[in-house]
């Protein structure tokens, strides 16, 4: 399932300090993996220093931001990456934004929606499928509701599906 569509690893939430540095809330598995890249936005930014903020945000300095007015207009800036520059996954694992946008079809193929979100509210992902006449239905990310998934969809089961 390796694209390259951007995948969101931060977002910039304002300036930290006069010299240029930025505040950001991290995605994923937080400094660690954010860590591991020095360029975001397809170059845009070049990342020179990084530290954990204490928070589970960090703060960080980006080679062309020089000074506080610089770091204050990149409030709400999202940091991408292209999905290619991501570890490769186990089998059974899978990137948040591999799944978004998927078409979600029953076990005997026919189409139920798409995947529009993946959240978590703590005892596992959910995916958050939109039907065709806009009605919305969430599912668990487990085998009994979603017992496969390829780059092009996912199949959700019957007992998943039904009244959704």
């Known amino acids: 399932m390796v694209q390259d569509k951007p995948v969101t690893l931060a977002v910039i939430t304002g300036a930290h300090g006069v ?7 991290l995605f994923g ?3 660690e993996a954010f860590s591991a890249h020095r360029q975001f936005n397809d170059g845009a930014l070049k990342l020179k220093k990084l530290r954990d903020d204490g928070k589970g945000g960090a703060i960080a300095r980006f080679a062309e931001v020089p000074d506080r007015t610089a770091a204050e207009k990149l409030r709400g800036t ?34 139920l929606g ?19 006449d806009g009605k919305r239905f969430m599912v668990p990310m487990r085998a009994e509701a ?12 019957k007992e998943f599906s039904e009244g959704a």
Not at 78 to 90: D, G, I, N
Not at 118 to 128: F, M, T
Not at 146 to 157: D, G, Q, R, Y
């Open 19 to 25: 010299t240029g540095e930025v505040r950001l809330k």
């Open 29 to 31: 598995d937080g400094m």
């Open 78 to 111: 999202l940091l991408t990456v292209p999905r290619s520059a991501l570890p490769s996954l186990e089998e059974g694992e899978y990137y948040h934004a591999d799944l978004i946008g998927l078409a979600a079809v029953t076990e005997e193929g026919e189409p």
């Open 114 to 132: 798409s995947v529009i979100a993946v959240e978590n509210y703590g005892a596992g992902d959910v995916l958050e499928i939109a039907r065709p």
């Open 146 to 157: 979603v017992p496969s998934w390829t780059e092009k969809a996912l199949v959700i089961t």
